[in-house]
């Protein structure tokens, strides 16, 4: 394939369009997930293709309910396995959380394709591979519905990104404190997560390890009043606004 130049004004985006449709070719990527993707991008666009201020809010109440939970896991699906591989890791690492494959499109090979991904990346262990996704997910029909009982089933916190609604639905039924990523602030996953980050993915993970860093040592009375003290819907209130303020400035076409 012919190199991307690092002077094409889309640079970035066409990079990570690389890596998706490279993951894709790896079978770790379905065509679903590239609609997906594409589907994030226009919404990326919207937001200028940068963190706003509510997102930031969010990842901040994020990383201290990372820090203060005891059973926190992050779900890795082919789209964040191919973007962010090296740093949900990073971030498992920092905050003491477990890694768990949970795909909708499952089959055993994009799960063994995703564990072994990870772990030449320095994953030290991958849930949810195989029979190890034991146990289910209630009032959930997809295979979204098999879990780790190691991991997500017993988790109290559950990141995740690029997420369906019906799943976030029924771990917060559960009893679990839910985070999602995800670039639309009136999805379902967005309404009904605890804390939601209206970001991307590639942005997002990165400012939850630099925020994580930064809390890492603070009182755990402190992190609880930054996690507690979030109001989801009031943020995502917020990030529509900016969403309203940044359109309404754009009194002409921006080419982007």
Known sequence: MEEIPKSHPRYHSLIIRKKLVDAFRQGIVVPEGLIAHGRGEALDYILGEKTLEPAYRAIKAAS???????????????NTAALVPKEIIELSKIINAKLEVNLF??????????????????????????DDASETIPRLESKRRFVSPRGIYLADTVLLALEDG????????????????????????ARTANITIVDNVIRAIPLLIEECKKLSNSPR?????????????????????AIKDRLSMLTSLEVI
């Open 221 to 241: 009375d402190e992190l609880e009043k930054i996690a507690y003290n979030f109001d989801n819907e009031e943020n995502l209130k917020a990030m529509i606004n």
């Open 64 to 78: 201290a309910l990372l820090l203060i939970s005891k059973k926190p896991v992050i779900s890795v699906n082919g």
């Open 166 to 189: 019906d799943r976030t639905e029924q771990l917060v039924k559960m009893g679990k404190k839910v985070i999602a990523i995800d670039l639309n602030p009136l999805s379902r996953t």
């Open 105 to 130: 499109h499952r089959t055993i090979e994009r799960e063994v394709k995703i564990n072994k991904l990870l772990k030449s990346l320095g994953a030290d262990e991958v849930l949810g591979i195989g």
